[in-house]
């Protein structure tokens, strides 16, 4: 599976970004797919995660902020985020698990493929 993900940029406190993440070389339908973020200087964090059923998990700190969502159709996972703060500037990163649901969605290791990331810049 090859991921690109997309859709960074700089925007405002308060601001919306949504960001997709484009899968290639499988179906994304029976993966599950997350969100990770990393920003200068500091260690990989989990975002979110959307399993292969639907059901969605979201790190406290983007709980009620970001949204993440699947079209299996366009082999596309995406992420919706609001109320943008200046402690979301990272780049971000998509993942997936093809491979049965087990271990920790939250860990980085869960997910067997990567995408590059996207930097999102919030100005205060």
């Known amino acids: 599976v090859q991921l690109q993900a997309s859709g960074g940029g700089v925007v405002q406190a308060g601001g919306s970004l949504r960001l997709p993440c484009v899968a290639s070389?499988?179906?994304?339908?029976?993966?599950?797919l997350g969100w990770f973020r990393q920003a200068p200087g500091k260690d990989l964090e989990f975002v979110a995660t959307?399993?292969?059923?639907?059901?969605?998990y979201y790190a406290n700190s983007v709980k009620g902020r970001f949204t993440i969502s699947r079209d299996n159709g366009k082999n596309t996972v995406y992420l919706r985020m609001n109320s943008l703060k200046p402690e979301d500037t990272a780049a971000y990163y998509c993942?997936?698990?093809?491979?049965?649901?087990?271990?920790?969605?939250?860990?980085?290791?869960?997910?067997?493929?990567w995408g590059q990331g996207t930097q999102v810049t919030v100005s205060s």
């Open positions: 959307n399993s292969r059923s639907g059901s969605t």
């Open positions: 070389g499988r179906s994304i339908s029976s993966s599950a």
């Open positions: 993942a997936a698990r093809p491979r049965a649901w087990s271990g920790d969605y939250f860990e980085s290791n869960f997910y067997d493929y």
